[in-house]
Nanobody
Framework: QLQLVESGGGLVQPGGSLRLSCAASGFASNYYTIGWFRQAPGKEREGVSCISSSGGSTNYADSVKGRFTISRDNAKNTVYLQMNSLKPDDTAIYYC???????????????WGQGTQVTVSS
C-alpha cells in the first residue's frame, strides 16, 4: 500500500512563495508518477502539475506555468512543489497523488494524500 503525506501549506500574502512536500512510503513509490492537484471551495479538483517517476518529464497547468516548479528526490521518496508569485486564485486544498500515467487527470491516479491548505490573502 502506497501512502502519501503532504506538508508545507499555510497562509501567504499575494506575491509570496510556499514549498509543498509530498512524502511517499510503501511499495515501490519511486516507480510512480506523482501529481499535484488542488480543489477550491465549490470547484472541481484540478491537476496542477505532475512529474514522471525518473523526474525527467514534468507538466503544468496553464494557470501555474512559469510560477510553480515540481521536482522530486527519489532518495528521500519526496516530491516538491515550489510555488512562487502566488495569487488569491491559488487558494485551495492541495493534494498529491500517485499513478502509473504521466497525466493531469485525476482518474489516472490511484493513491491520494489527505491534502494541505494553501491560503493566499493579504
Amino acid at each position: 500500500q502506497l501512502q502519501l503525506v503532504e506538508s508545507g501549506g499555510g497562509l501567504v500574502q499575494p506575491g509570496g512563495s510556499l514549498r509543498l512536500s509530498c512524502a511517499a512510503s510503501g511499495f515501490a513509490s519511486n516507480y510512480y508518477t506523482i501529481g499535484w492537484f488542488r480543489q477550491a471551495p465549490g470547484k472541481e479538483r484540478e491537476g496542477v502539475s505532475c512529474i514522471s517517476s525518473s523526474g525527467g518529464s514534468t507538466n503544468y497547468a496553464d494557470s501555474v506555468k512559469g510560477r510553480f516548479t515540481i521536482s522530486r528526490d527519489n532518495a528521500k521518496n519526496t516530491v516538491y512543489l515550489q510555488m512562487n508569485s502566488l495569487k488569491p486564485d491559488d487558494t485551495a486544498i492541495y493534494y498529491c497523488a500517485a499513478g502509473r500515467l504521466w497525466s493531469l487527470l485525476r482518474h489516472d491516479y490511484a493513491y491520494w494524500g489527505q491534502g494541505t491548505q494553501v491560503t493566499v490573502s493579504s
